[in-house]
């Protein structure tokens, strides 16, 4: 739930002082070519360290995003929060390996589209509550710290989380690290 996301270009430009040129040219295109190096490293990498420390790691990329966004002034520090985004949403694929680690394989397709459906509802529900709150008086400044609350929060459950089970963690990172390197097979 991050209620700031459809407010991050006029919050960079208008709360932080960068040009829109800055922004559209020098700042997005980082999280680019950043996503490209992540998302081809992202199933090997979470077959080494494990699921479950995959999506841990990608939730304090998101976390470190949301700091350098409120903390951060310069332009090379939104460069940075745009290769920790694209880090954090390179473990989201890794989220689905996780989870068909903890469940059962007859539970596969029920449980894909009730972690797709949350995810999309709950991005729905913060873009709403943010324009709402933007409505209603609410600053930028305050969207991005219950944004960061809200990461924090969702940090806090991904190390609450129990880890996979050992053969189950492995034959799915494995499946894992070989669509993320060989595309989406069939």
């Known amino acids: 739930c991050k209620p700031s996301e459809p407010h991050l270009v006029p ?24 996503a490209l190096a992540f998302y081809i490293v992202a199933g090997p990498a979470s077959h080494v360290m494990g699921s479950k420390a995959f999506v841990v790691f990608g ?6 995003t949301r700091m350098i ?6 332009l090379g520090a939104m460069q940075l929060m745009q290769v920790l985004f694209a880090a954090g949403s390179a473990s989201e694929l890794i989220l689905f390996a996780y989870v068909y680690a ?6 596969y397709q029920s ?25 209603a008086g ?18 806090a459950l991904c190390m609450a989380l129990p880890p996979p089970p050992k053969a189950a963690a492995t034959a799915v990172a494995g499946a ?11």
């Open 138 to 155: 609410a600053s930028y400044e305050s969207l991005f710290y219950v944004s960061f609350a809200s990461v924090g929060c969702a940090t």
């Open 102 to 107: 903890v469940t059962d394989r007859a539970s």
């Open 11 to 34: 919050y960079l430009t208008d709360v932080k002082g960068f040009t829109l040129e800055e922004v559209t040219n020098k700042i997005f295109p980082v999280s680019i070519y950043a």
């Open 59 to 64: 939730s304090l990329c998101k976390l470190g």
């Open 111 to 135: 449980v894909t589209g009730a972690v797709s459906a949350a995810s999309l509802a709950g991005y729905m529900v913060a873009a709403e509550f943010g324009q709402l709150a933007f409505e």
């Open 176 to 186: 894992a690290a070989a669509t993320s390197v060989g595309g989406v097979g069939g």
């Open 69 to 74: 966004l409120i903390w951060g002034d310069t």
